[in-house]
């Protein structure tokens, strides 16, 4: 392993680990016996914007040298004062939702995407989506890109006038071109209304 760990070191991050290299890797992932942070390891590993729904479809992949060299900043009380609650957004938000100071965050997956990303027991299909959809009200922001039909639905919703249309109408939308790789290429959009 030795060898190995001076040639990943002067890899550069857009050169493929080599096969011995890899092969004597996915051993020793394989051996370790305590926890293993899929998303993790496969951060270091897998090309940007690649990522690993498990371990096979890792060990099947091609890759890279892409452990992060610096430090992340400190970022203490960054949060001080804000209350993060985990729950099914179709329990949580009617609980809130006459509360003038809850702004709904929302990041959900969304239809016609690749869904591998998000950990989750049950899939995030049309039915959850207009479900939540129901129950949203400003003020929202919400994480959209061009790989989902997320703006053009509410669009639709609101030129049809369709039931809570009113609730959607007058958003507002910021877009930044977003490029994963080489060659993936998106747009990212933040669409609020307050």
């Known amino acids: 392993m030795r060898t190995s760990f001076f040639i990943v070191l002067f890899l550069s991050c857009t050169e493929r680990l080599p096969e011995t290299v890899k092969a004597e890797i996915t051993t020793i992932i394989q051996a370790f016996d305590g926890y293993k942070d899929l998303n993790c390891i496969a951060s270091w590993l897998l090309f940007?914007?690649?990522?690993?729904?498990?371990?096979?479809?890792l060990f099947g992949e091609a890759w890279y040298r892409k452990i992060r060299e610096s430090d992340y900043p400190i970022a203490s009380g960054y949060l001080d004062g804000v209350e993060i609650i985990r729950e099914?957004?179709?329990?949580?938000?009617?609980?809130?939702?006459?509360?003038?100071?809850?702004?709904?965050?929302?990041?959900?997956?969304?239809?016609?995407?690749?869904?591998?990303?998000?950990?989750?027991?049950?899939?995030?299909?049309?039915v959850q989506f207009l479900r939540l959809m129901s129950v949203v009200r400003p003020p929202f922001i919400f994480f959209s890109s061009t790989r989902s039909e997320f703006v053009d639905y509410l669009d639709w919703?609101?030129?049809?006038?369709?039931?809570?249309?009113?609730?959607?109408?007058?958003?507002q939308k910021i877009?930044?071109?977003?490029?994963?790789?080489?060659?993936?290429?998106?747009?990212?959009?933040?669409?609020?209304?307050?």
């Not at 940007?48 to 479809?57: E, I, L, W």
């Not at 490029?179 to 669409?191: F, G």
């Open 48 to 57: 940007s914007g690649k990522q690993a729904p498990d371990f096979d479809f």
């Open 88 to 126: 099914n957004a179709h329990t949580l938000i009617p609980k809130f939702a006459h509360d003038p100071k809850m702004l709904l965050v929302l990041d959900p997956p969304y239809i016609c995407t690749a869904q591998g990303s998000y950990r989750q027991d049950d899939y995030f299909g049309m």
């Open 157 to 171: 919703v609101i030129e049809s006038k369709q039931n809570g249309w009113e609730r959607l109408s007058n958003y």
């Open 175 to 194: 877009s930044l071109q977003t490029s994963l790789n080489y060659s993936a290429k998106y747009e990212d959009n933040l669409v609020f209304k307050f």
